[in-house]
């Protein structure tokens, strides 16, 4: 199946490339990849341009202003779709996500699944070097997920996916207004009410070594009061 990965990028200068030359190694002959820009100021966008250049595998789209995970990957998915992707991989440029599990991401969804989460709380998986708060977070923000959302999904609010084209093309896209974490969970969540099947494959997470995070706590506010609105308001 063909696939497109999707790579949100906000000053990612010290990762793009390495990324990309990482993802050349593991796709196949067709795949693509697609990163999405929202005018980083450390010119992230521009060496994106210049390895698109270079590399036909590549396309970039720039945004204009940063507006946040969630609406970068919506760009992202409906010119996937354009492009004729029959898969979308949702993927972090920090190598927090690695590079060598995405094989096993398609591999699951061409097994049938249609929404394959990377997944840090299934058996195999974890988490290599955050500290007590972060994990802390990340777990609390799972059991909170589960108590309003019940989807049986150990790690809601991992961004390592894999979606089959016909999740994308049934869900409402334009509904979708999260931003942050809230974002990975309302994709998981919607895809899930559609009756799509949603299969977790275990990851090992690792904190990225250049860069800076853009977590924040709005981030976390957000999915905090984001996540009872999905299961008792109209979204
Ligand atoms: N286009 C775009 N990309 C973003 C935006 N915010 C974050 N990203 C990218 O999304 C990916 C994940 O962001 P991170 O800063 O690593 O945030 P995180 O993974 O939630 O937080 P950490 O767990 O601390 O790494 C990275 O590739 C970022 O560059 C945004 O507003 N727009
Ligand atoms: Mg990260």
Same mark, same amino acid.
């Given at each position: 199946?063909?696939? #497109?990965?999707?790579?949100? #990028? +906000?000053? *990612?200068?010290?990762? =793009?490339?390495?990324?990309?030359?990482?993802?050349?190694?593991?796709?196949? &002959?067709?795949?693509?990849?697609? @990163?999405?820009?929202?005018?980083?100021?450390?010119?992230?966008? *521009?060496?994106?341009?210049?390895?698109?250049? *270079?590399?036909?595998?590549?396309?970039?789209?720039?945004?204009?202003? &940063? *507006?946040?995970?969630?609406?970068? +990957?919506?760009?992202?998915? %409906?010119?996937?779709?354009?492009?004729?992707?029959?898969? @979308?991989?949702?993927?972090?440029?920090?190598?927090?996500?690695?590079?060598?599990? @995405?094989?096993?991401?398609?591999?699951?969804?061409?097994?049938?699944?249609d929404? /394959?989460?990377?997944?840090? !709380?299934?058996?195999?998986?974890?988490?290599?070097?955050?500290?007590? @708060? %972060?994990?802390?977070?990340?777990?609390?923000?799972?059991? !909170?997920?589960?108590?309003?959302?019940?989807?049986? /999904?150990?790690?809601?609010?991992?961004?390592?996916?894999?979606?089959?084209?016909?999740?994308?093309?049934t =869900?409402?896209?334009?509904?979708?207004?999260?931003?942050? !974490?809230?974002?990975?969970?309302?994709?998981? !969540?919607?895809a899930k009410r559609a009756g799509f099947s949603?299969?977790? =494959?275990?990851? =090992?997470?690792?904190?990225?070594?250049?860069? #800076?995070? &853009?977590?924040? %706590?709005?981030?976390?506010?957000?999915?905090?009061?984001?996540?009872?609105?999905?299961?008792?308001?109209?979204?």
């Amino acid at each position: 199946m063909r696939v #497109t990965v999707c790579l949100p #990028t +906000y000053n *990612e200068r010290d990762n =793009i490339e390495a990324m990309v030359h990482a993802l050349r190694g593991v796709l196949r &002959k067709g795949d693509r990849v697609l @990163v999405i820009d929202d005018s980083s100021p450390d010119g992230t966008g *521009e060496i994106a341009d210049a390895l698109a250049a *270079e590399l036909p595998f590549v396309s970039v789209l720039h945004r204009p202003t &940063k *507006e946040g995970l969630g609406p970068a +990957y919506l760009a992202g998915f %409906r010119r996937a779709l354009d492009e004729g992707a029959e898969l @979308v991989l949702e993927m972090d440029c920090d190598f927090s996500h690695n590079p060598a599990d @995405v094989p096993r991401l398609i591999a699951a969804a061409e097994d049938g699944a249609d929404v /394959v989460l990377g997944s840090r !709380y299934v058996p195999g998986g974890g988490v290599g070097n955050w500290g007590l @708060v %972060r994990r802390t977070i990340s777990r609390g923000g799972s059991i !909170y997920t589960e108590l309003f959302l019940r989807m049986g /999904v150990k790690d809601p609010t991992g961004g390592f996916k894999c979606i089959r084209r016909k999740v994308l093309e049934t =869900i409402d896209l334009a509904a979708i207004t999260s931003k942050g !974490y809230a974002f990975q969970i309302e994709m998981t !969540y919607r895809a899930k009410r559609a009756g799509f099947s949603v299969v977790e =494959i275990p990851i =090992i997470f690792d904190e990225r070594a250049h860069g #800076t995070s &853009k977590m924040s %706590r709005g981030i976390v506010l957000e999915a905090i009061w984001r996540v009872p609105l999905l299961r008792f308001g109209r979204a």
